[in-house]
T-cell receptor
């Protein structure tokens, strides 16, 4: 039973446009959410996070939005750059748990 | 500052063979993790440790054992490899507590024939 769902396996956008990656979760006990970026043959790297007490967190070109009532979060990348082409993983911590649960990932391709 | 280092980077095993994957971190992190990544499956937690001398099961622990004898090292063992264990294995570490982000190594690609 997948607790963190990324329903789009892939996404393709033009350079300079906005990329929106979506993530849904089923466990209402999740209280902290993270996005990771992964290039081929490398490990995932932490990108941005958000606590469940917030609905938005911004870091440069990256913004994460959280809608708790819908159990949905999204990562916005503006403007998108070819170097952003990677697999993006959504992940969640449950309060008091040491375990980070990942979604299956979305492959983003930014075309020049 | 190397971060999280995994050895080896690649390995091919025959069914039934055993091996140990090594993970070392130089960030003085308390928590360490082993994940596997399979196509279309994302990252799944195998085992983790919240401190030296402790280990706990994750989502897919069967067929694996782990040890955390030293704070900086976390070993993942396969006693009798099976083709279903063909995967990319990632080790990670974190400070622990307060939703600390995990820092990952670059992975070990294991093929079991």
């Amino acid at each position: 039973d997948q607790q963190v769902k990324q329903n789009s396996p892939s996404l393709s956008v033009q350079e300079g446009r906005i990329s929106i990656l979506n993530c849904d979760y089923t466990n209402s006990m999740f209280d902290y959410f993270l996005w990771y970026k992964k290039y081929p043959a490398e490990g995932p790297t932490f990108l941005i996070s958000i606590s469940s007490i917030k609905d938005k967190n911004e870091d440069g070109r990256f913004t994460v939005f959280l809608n708790k009532s819908a159990k949905h979060l999204s990562l916005h990348i503006v403007p998108s750059q070819p170097g952003d082409s990677a697999v993006y993983f959504c992940a969640a911590f449950q309060g008091g748990s040491e375990k980070l649960v990942f979604g299956k990932g979305t492959k983003l391709t930014v075309n020049p | 500052n190397a971060g999280v280092t995994q050895t080896p980077k690649f390995r091919v095993l025959k069914t039934g063979q055993s091996m140990t994957l090594l993970c070392a971190q130089d960030m003085n992190h308390e928590y360490m993790y082993w994940y596997r990544q399979d196509p279309g499956m994302g990252l799944r937690l195998i085992h983790y440790s919240v401190g030296e001398g402790t280990t706990a099961k994750g989502e897919v622990p069967d067929g694996y054992n782990v040890s955390r004898l030293k704070k900086q090292n976390f070993l993942l063992g396969l006693e009798s490899a099976a083709p279903s264990q063909t995967s990319v294995y990632f080790c990670a570490s974190s400070q622990g507590g307060n939703n600390s982000p995990l820092h990952f190594g670059n992975g070990t690609r294991l093929t079991v024939t």
